[in-house]
């Protein structure tokens, strides 16, 4: 009776645990929720084309001041690293011996123009005694060449004192041009202007200011195809710079390029030449530099960061007909920090993802939002426009 019990009660937990399978198969888990997305509708459009790079500032002007002549170092009379006008005396070298060469170059002309005056009276008292038979030519012709001699010898005399004065006007050192002064290289009381020319010190022009920077062969082939008008805008930003002090986007112009690409980095030095009158830029600046070079022509971008890579080479995902997430294989075009371009793959009114890129798979289904307006590669490009004018 008891084993009778037992084999009743393995048979009841048989029924329960086939049943409990059996319920199991027949309740299908339950779809997940479609992911929420952002997505943009790309087109092809006329995109403005920016290049940014870092660059160097140099002065578009640097005058090393020289003694151009020798003596002793008596006055400084300026004040190191001020800003100083064209004209603006500098230093005073020794001026005594110089005047004395200029007085002695002086009083040569004038005894030689004394001795040609005497030459000249005795052509004039000759020639009509010559003329008449009373005098032989020979001693006229020697009176001709005295005078002409001395002619000669007075012309000389007026060079030297020329030269004389040149010596001692240098005396006084002058600013070659408007600008910012370096600091002193020579002190009072040493001689200078012996052998090499002593340099004194040097002046900068920083208005226009230089700013040198390096493009890739690939950026100036760019440049070069889709450059907009002979001379392609520039702007220059300082970086890094603190929320008190407030220095505005510079704005110039690109007026040189290198005629060779630097083989060691596969790069061409460029020139940005930008105006300066508040003297923000200093020589030897840290800068970004902005070459602007078309917004004539259409382009399909999308924000680089929506680009992925895998074995298979470039992919991103756009939102189908049925809201499912699909991979698109394209292919890179030029790349910028805001946009890239597509070459291949993309067709006008695509619906690009561009959020929760990471959760994405292929044939999940999503819930995707337009914001082609706030987050479109244009609309990205203008806010940062706007916040570099506004720093």
Not at 58 to 69: F, G, L, T, Y
Request: glycine share 6%.
């Amino acid at each position: 009776m008891k084993r009778k019990r037992i084999n009743i009660l393995l048979s009841a937990l048989l029924l329960l645990t086939f049943s409990a399978c059996s319920e199991d198969k027949s309740t299908a888990p339950p779809e997940p929720p479609p992911l929420n997305v952002e997505t943009i509708t790309v087109k092809e459009e006329p995109i403005p084309i920016w290049l940014e790079y870092t660059g160097k500032t140099e002065a578009s002007k640097r005058i090393e001041v020289r003694a151009r002549v020798a003596g002793i170092l008596e006055k400084v009379l300026f004040t190191e690293g001020s800003w100083v006008e064209k004209g603006q005396k500098l230093f005073e070298i020794e001026k005594d011996s110089f005047r004395e060469a200029l007085q002695q170059a002086k009083s040569k002309r004038d005894r030689d123009l004394a001795t040609l005056g005497l030459a000249i009276a005795d052509v004039k008292r000759y020639e009509p005694l010559v003329a008449e038979g009373l005098a032989p030519r020979a001693t006229l012709e020697q009176y001709q060449a005295r005078r002409n001699e001395y002619i000669a010898v007075v012309e000389g005399d007026k060079a030297a004192i020329r030269k004389a004065g040149l010596d001692l006007s240098y005396t006084d050192v002058m600013a070659p041009i408007s600008g910012r002064i370096s600091r002193l290289q020579v002190d009072v009381g040493n001689i200078v202007g012996f052998s090499e020319k002593t340099l004194l010190t040097t002046i900068v022009s920083d208005d226009p200011m230089y700013a040198y920077f390096n493009p890739t062969e690939q950026d100036f082939q760019i440049m070069r195809k889709y450059g907009s008008g002979e001379a392609l805008q520039a702007l220059v930003r300082i970086p890094g710079t603190h929320a008190y002090l407030k220095r505005d986007l510079l704005k110039g112009h690109i007026n040189f390029s290198d005629n060779r690409v630097d083989s060691m980095t596969g790069t061409i030095t460029m020139r940005a030449t930008v105006d300066n009158p508040d003297h923000d830029l200093l020589e030897g600046m840290f800068v970004y530099v902005e070459a602007f070079v078309s917004d004539q022509y259409p382009f399909m971008v999308v924000p680089p960061q929506v680009v992925l890579e895998d074995q298979r080479g470039s992919f991103l995902y756009v939102v189908d007909e049925n809201s499912t997430a699909k991979r698109v294989d394209v292919e890179r075009g030029y790349e910028s920090r805001y946009s890239l371009q597509i070459e291949n793959g993309l067709n006008d009114g695509d619906k690009v993802i561009v959020s929760a890129i990471p959760k994405l798979r292929p044939d999940m289904k999503v819930a995707a939002t337009d914001v082609t307006a706030a987050k479109g590669v244009l609309a990205i490009m203008k806010k940062q426009q706007i916040a570099k004018e506004q720093e």
